[in-house]
């Protein structure tokens, strides 16, 4: 392989893409929650407010990022994903919110540590199956160390409850096992454990049974679907082809259900239309062609397994809100990246955008 060498420019087309969805996504963040804001805490301001503040920080990140020799950030990756297995052991340790320990509470800042282990398992993924002594081919190789640190990580996260961020980590793992090369048999073995897992839990426990049985039904007709899944088709419908303007959207009035973060895309639609929607996912898939066009144009395999990994990694999560959105997934509570309320999802979405970038200034 040749060695990469840093080259003038960077790929300022994604840099561009990236800066464009985060002010379209402020905007619609605004749009969404004003209402629910001046409600909750007296200030329409209060969310955009907040998440104008993890939008500095993001440029912060990415800014780090695009200077960083990847190579030694991921040489210690590997002791980043324990400490990150940590938090996700204290969270329970802190007081649930709706139900939920995902957060770790410092100071006035929260950190949902699962977003993190995310970005890091793609980075300590590359790193480890580009090591030319790993021989991916072997079954044991896959399950050792792999399948222990991965699937801690998810049995964690399964009790915080957080279905959606379990399926995310996963297909994010097995989509960079077979880009590096495993064989389709081994990560059908390395699958089935956690599949059993999930469907013991979901109908012999019970957990997430409701939203699963209502998933089905929803399939056939998302207006007999659970309440989350009919609002958001009640409201995708009334936007219509151009909308009802910014602002003006009627839903996000206490009828859907988290307007500005998990359904912040149906709550979009409404208010910008079918060819706002359109424009907006035209921004997402930008970004992503962008960035999987940095990845095939890397010359050696640790690149290319990383920048291919953040791709996925933000595919997968947009894929999975949208369509849970649309009522072709079941609701997992997920965000949809640069758009939704949280400065967790944005930072470390951020955070993938500043490695492509770093890697776009390599060439062979």
């Given at each position: 392989m040749k060695k990469f060498q840093a080259k003038a420019r960077y790929d300022d087309r994604l840099l561009y893409g990236y800066l464009l969805t985060l002010v379209v996504g402020l905007v619609m963040l605004y749009s969404t929650s004003?209402?629910?804001?001046?409600?909750?805490?007296?200030?329409?301001?209060?969310?955009?407010r907040q998440q104008f503040i993890w939008a500095l920080l993001s440029l912060v990140v990415v800014y780090v990022l695009w200077r960083l020799d990847l190579k030694k950030v991921a040489f210690f990756s590997a002791p980043a994903l324990l400490l990150v297995l940590v938090m996700l052991s204290l969270v329970y340790l802190m007081p649930a919110r709706n139900g939920s320990h995902r957060?770790?509470?410092?100071?006035?800042?929260t950190v949902q540590p699962s977003e993190l282990f995310k970005w890091l398992m793609v980075i300590y993924l590359a790193f480890s199956l580009s090591n030319p002594k790993r021989n991916i081919a072997d079954l044991k190789q896959i399950l050792f160390p792999y399948v222990?640190?991965?699937?801690?990580?998810?049995?964690?996260?399964?009790?915080?409850?957080?279905l959606g961020s379990c399926i995310v980590i996963l297909i994010s793992a097995l989509g960079i096992f077979f880009l590096a090369g495993a064989r389709l048999k081994h990560l059908l073995t390395a699958v089935i454990p956690p599949a059993v897992m999930a469907t013991f839990f979901v109908f012999v426990v019970g957990y997430k049974k409701d939203r699963i049985l209502d998933y089905f039904t929803a399939v056939i007709d998302p207006l007999r679907?659970?309440?989350?899944?009919?609002?958001?088709?009640?409201?995708?419908?009334?936007?219509?082809?151009?909308?009802?303007?910014?602002?003006?959207?009627?839903?996000?009035?206490?009828?859907?259900?988290?307007?500005?973060?998990?359904?912040i895309f149906a709550a979009t639609g409404e208010e910008i239309g079918l060819l706002g929607l359109v424009v907006v996912m035209g921004l997402l898939f930008f970004l992503l062609l962008r960035g999987w066009k940095i990845a095939v144009a890397q010359s050696d395999r640790f690149g290319f397994l990383l920048a291919a990994g953040m791709v996925w990694l933000l595919f997968?999560?947009?894929?999975?809100?949208?369509?849970?959105?649309?009522?072709?997934?079941p609701v997992t509570g997920l965000a949809l990246p640069f758009f939704s309320y949280g400065g967790s999802s944005l930072i470390v979405s951020s955070a993938a955008i500043?490695?492509?970038?770093?890697?776009s200034r390599r060439s062979a």
């Amino acid at each position: 392989m040749k060695k990469f060498q840093a080259k003038a420019r960077y790929d300022d087309r994604l840099l561009y893409g990236y800066l464009l969805t985060l002010v379209v996504g402020l905007v619609m963040l605004y749009s969404t929650s004003s209402i629910i804001a001046e409600s909750r805490f007296g200030s329409h301001l209060f969310f955009l407010r907040q998440q104008f503040i993890w939008a500095l920080l993001s440029l912060v990140v990415v800014y780090v990022l695009w200077r960083l020799d990847l190579k030694k950030v991921a040489f210690f990756s590997a002791p980043a994903l324990l400490l990150v297995l940590v938090m996700l052991s204290l969270v329970y340790l802190m007081p649930a919110r709706n139900g939920s320990h995902r957060w770790l509470m410092v100071g006035p800042f929260t950190v949902q540590p699962s977003e993190l282990f995310k970005w890091l398992m793609v980075i300590y993924l590359a790193f480890s199956l580009s090591n030319p002594k790993r021989n991916i081919a072997d079954l044991k190789q896959i399950l050792f160390p792999y399948v222990l640190i991965i699937g801690l990580a998810l049995g964690l996260i399964l009790f915080e409850p957080d279905l959606g961020s379990c399926i995310v980590i996963l297909i994010s793992a097995l989509g960079i096992f077979f880009l590096a090369g495993a064989r389709l048999k081994h990560l059908l073995t390395a699958v089935i454990p956690p599949a059993v897992m999930a469907t013991f839990f979901v109908f012999v426990v019970g957990y997430k049974k409701d939203r699963i049985l209502d998933y089905f039904t929803a399939v056939i007709d998302p207006l007999r679907g659970s309440y989350q899944v009919r609002q958001a088709a009640l409201t995708l419908g009334s936007g219509g082809l151009l909308g009802t303007g910014l602002g003006e959207g009627r839903q996000k009035l206490f009828f859907l259900p988290y307007p500005h973060t998990d359904f912040i895309f149906a709550a979009t639609g409404e208010e910008i239309g079918l060819l706002g929607l359109v424009v907006v996912m035209g921004l997402l898939f930008f970004l992503l062609l962008r960035g999987w066009k940095i990845a095939v144009a890397q010359s050696d395999r640790f690149g290319f397994l990383l920048a291919a990994g953040m791709v996925w990694l933000l595919f997968v999560n947009i894929a999975i809100n949208i369509g849970v959105v649309t009522a072709l997934l079941p609701v997992t509570g997920l965000a949809l990246p640069f758009f939704s309320y949280g400065g967790s999802s944005l930072i470390v979405s951020s955070a993938a955008i500043g490695v492509l970038l770093n890697l776009s200034r390599r060439s062979a």
